[in-house]
């Protein structure tokens, strides 16, 4: 298990742009794969995008795909999810996540530590 710790959420117009930051409590963030999930009031938890512990793209949902990347700086322990061209349907609280051994890096289940996320409102 590792702490997360999400930030740089916040309230943005739609058309702007935030970027997230995930990092670890310990220096143990490179042992891991990442995902980004995002949940929003009344609904399921929903993927966004991984990154493998070296840094390969493993997936953006459709819905963001284009307007979103995520990368990790593992010197840095810090994953990131840069969003841009932001709508209101992205508003959401953002989690990241982390897996030693990812099969299926769209499931929430595939992951065993959360961070407590962090909200982003995009106003239209």
Known sequence: QVQLV??????????????LSCAASERTLSRY????????????REFVAAV?????????????KGRFTISRDNAKETVYLQMDSLKPE????????????????????????????TQVTVSS
Do not use: M, N
């Open 33 to 44: 794969h990442i995902g980004w999930f995002r949940q929003a009031p009344g609904k399921e």
């Open 90 to 117: 992205d508003t959401a609280v953002y989690y990241c996540a982390a897996s030693l051994l990812l099969s299926s890096p769209r499931r929430t289940d595939a992951y065993g530590s959360w961070g407590q996320g």
């Open 52 to 64: 493998s512990r070296s840094g390969g793209d493993l997936g953006y949902a459709d819905s963001v």
């Open 6 to 19: 999400e930030s740089g959420g916040g309230l943005v117009q739609a058309g702007g742009s935030l970027r």
